[in-house]
């Protein structure tokens, strides 16, 4: 059996202010960054709206764990870091989470909902569901503009979530050397869009030109005459998402994955910040522009060159 010491450790005072150490400070948490995401979301209404998309067919003469409650759980949870739902096995009985979940509202309250209870309300979340939640994310974002903005940059990626375990659909993606789903992000500036989980198995574009049908259709709704940009890698270089992005007025700035035929286009600048270097011994930036289009594009398109000449590694003076 563990001797505890409860009595109070005195240090040496500063000036008039007495110091002492106690074990009498409560509980104590490392999480309490969960406090403002709590007052956010009392903000922007964000898990309210989540709440009202997702049904609830249960008997509420027997609910013991509201819906809101559970997903304030699970959210809050995976923005602490807690992306397990066995880690709420522990978590149910924290009294932080149980003050952001507003569950601890009286010393009768229960803990919060178990891992079992919390997989539960997940597998019902349908397709409808989620994409009344997709909604909610722009909503969101244009409810949080006070006027109509004058140009909107939308940045698509696709990026790795590694899996842990025989999940539905796993798949080993050569480039992120990792068994993992593959995600579309949209982002604008700091404001997300779109989360779209999807398997990797699959071209890093997919269905990227039907989201973005989908959010210049609203966004335009909201504000007719705001000019939309869209922003991607190589990855997203597919001429049928430039041919909408033409025909519908949408500007884009889309990377070229490297090959002979626009190393050749742009050998004059490659060539000129290189004798730059040679001249001054500094790093060299060069931009110019060529049109070029891939044997599957529809056409020829502007593409700016950035001819980057640095210092070598091991250069020496």
């Not at 919390?118 to 006070?146: G, H, P």
Request: with cysteine.
């Amino acid at each position: 059996m563990t001797n505890c010491n409860t009595q109070s450790l005195l240090f040496s005072s500063l000036g008039s202010k007495k110091i002492h150490a106690d074990f009498n400070g409560g509980s104590l948490t490392s999480d309490a960054g969960a406090l403002l995401l709590r007052e956010v979301d009392k903000r922007i209404g964000l898990i309210d709206a989540v709440n009202r998309c997702i049904p609830d067919p249960r008997n509420e003469f027997f609910i013991v764990h509201q819906q809101k409650t559970m997903l304030s759980q699970r959210i809050f949870g995976i923005s602490l870091g807690y992306e397990d739902l066995n880690d709420h096995q522990s978590l149910r009985d924290d009294p932080l989470l149980q003050i952001v979940t507003e569950r601890g509202v009286t010393k009768d309250d229960l803990p919060l909902a178990s891992p079992p209870t919390l997989c539960r309300l997940e597998n019902r979340v349908d397709r409808k569901s989620l994409a009344d939640i997709a909604k909610v994310f722009v909503e969101t974002f244009i409810a949080s503009f006070t006027e109509p903005p004058e140009e909107l940059v939308l940045d698509f990626d696709a990026t790795d979530d590694p899996i842990h375990g025989n999940q539905e659909k796993k798949f080993f993606h050569g480039y992120y050397d990792n068994y993992c789903f593959l995600p579309l992000y949209v982002f604008c500036n700091s404001s997300l869009l779109v989360a779209y989980l999807r398997p990797s198995d699959i071209d890093a574009s997919m269905h990227s030109r039907a989201i973005l049908k989908l959010l210049v259709k609203r966004i335009r709704q909201a504000w007719p005459n705001v000019r939309i940009i869209i922003r991607c890698d190589s990855g997203f270089c597919r001429w049928r998402l430039m041919r909408w992005c033409d025909r519908n007025n949408v500007g884009y700035i889309i990377g070229l994955a490297r090959n002979s035929v626009l190393e050749k286009l742009s050998q004059q600048w490659t060539d000129m910040s290189k004798a730059k270097f040679e001249q001054t011994h500094q790093k060299q930036r060069l931009f110019g522009e060529v049109m070029y289009a891939a044997d599957t594009w529809d056409r020829q398109r502007r593409v700016i060159v950035k001819a980057e000449h640095l210092q070598y590694p091991l250069y020496h003076n």
